[in-house]
Nanobody, 119 residues
Framework: QVQLVESGGGLVQPGGSLRLSCAAS????????MGWYRQAPGKQRELVAV???????GYADSVKGRITISRDNAKNTVYLQMNSLKPEDTAVYYC?????????????WGQGTQVTVSS
């Protein structure tokens, strides 16, 4: 059974930091591209950051320099370190795992964790 379980969300003041974790199980984590997405109220879900199985990373322009994605393949976990948080970072953050081959595309989502940036 595939599971992606996020943790680490919460309420933080502007300028503060949070570290999100996503524990994966039920699939071969190390070969999947993992990502973090977020969805703010009334807005579409958007990509925040992505990391390939080999460790290459990509970021949305709005978070570059403030947010870092990393993974520990031994622990089947992907992280999102968020610094210098802004009120506009407030959203539900979702963990995503994706594997694309010529024959098929496999994709999994976590249940989401709320991040609220407010004074």
């Amino acid at each position: 059974q595939v599971q992606l379980v996020e943790s680490g969300g919460g309420l933080v003041q502007p300028g503060g930091s949070l570290r999100l974790s996503c524990a994966a199980s039920g699939f071969t984590f190390s070969i999947y591209t993992m990502g973090w997405y977020r969805q703010a109220p009334g807005k579409q879900r958007e990509l925040v950051a992505v990391i390939t199985g080999g460790g290459s990373t990509g970021y949305a322009d709005s978070v570059k320099g403030r947010i870092t994605i990393s993974r520990d393949n031994a622990k089947n976990t992907v992280y999102l370190q968020m610094n210098s948080l802004k009120p506009e970072d407030t959203a539900v953050y979702y963990c995503n795992g994706r594997l694309t081959t010529p024959a098929r595309r496999l994709e999994y989502w976590g249940q989401g964790t709320q991040v609220t940036v407010s004074s």
